[in-house]
Every structure is written in structure tokens, then in C-alpha cells.
């Protein structure tokens, strides 16, 4: 059974840091691409950033660029992202799935940012 389980999230002052941590299972999820993705409330859900399955190749929303980091540990199937001096505009529900996401994709229950000015 597919289950992805995002934490870390929390509530900051604008320039603060987090670190969500994603711990997935129920498939091989090594072998895929990973990303994170948020959901403001009423916006649609957005990728913020990815990971190819080796580690080799990232990809970064242009807003996030510089401030986000992403990373991955296949060995225990755990993904990060780290995220420093977040803004206002960072709150969101944060998720993590695979990249790119099929309707029908399990999705775990997000773990919520919220930056206050």
C-alpha cells in the first residue's frame, strides 16, 4: 500500500527556516523521480520542487530558487526539503509524490507552512 507521510512543517516569521521530511512507502520509490508540491488555500496545487531518482538532476520553482533545497535518502526512502527565509507567499499545505503525478496518485495528508509577516 502507497503511503507518503509529510512532517516539519509549522508556523514562522518571515525569514525563518523549516525542514519537511517525507517518508514514503509501499513501492520502490528509489527508482523515481520526487517532488514537492504545495497548495495554497484557494490555488491549485503547485510543484515547488524535484529530484531525479539519483540525486543528479533538481529542478526549482523560479520563487523558491536560492532559498529551497531539496534532497533525498533512497536508502531509507525519506525525502527534505529544506527551506530558508521563507515568505509570506510560502504558506501552503506542502506534499510530496512523485514527479510527475498520474490522477488517481496517492497523495499523503501535506503537513501545512505558515509565514507570517
Known amino acids: 500500500q502507497v503511503q507518503l507521510i509529510e512532517s516539519g512543517g509549522g508556523s514562522v516569521q518571515a525569514g525563518g527556516s523549516l525542514r519537511l521530511s517525507c517518508a514514503a512507502s509501499g513501492r520502490t520509490w528509489s527508482r523515481f523521480d520526487m517532488g514537492w508540491y504545495r497548495q495554497a488555500p484557494g490555488r491549485e496545487r503547485e510543484l515547488v520542487a524535484a529530484m531525479s531518482w539519483h540525486g543528479e538532476t533538481t529542478f526549482y520553482r523560479e520563487s523558491v530558487k536560492g532559498r529551497f533545497t531539496i534532497s533525498r535518502d533512497n536508502t531509507n526512502d525519506t525525502m527534505y526539503l529544506q527551506m530558508n527565509n521563507l515568505k509570506p507567499e510560502d504558506t501552503a499545505v506542502y506534499y510530496c509524490?512523485?514527479?510527475?503525478?498520474?490522477?488517481?496518485?496517492?497523495w499523503g495528508q501535506g503537513t501545512p507552512v505558515t509565514v507570517s509577516s
Open positions: 509524490n512523485m514527479y510527475p503525478t498520474s490522477v488517481g496518485d496517492t
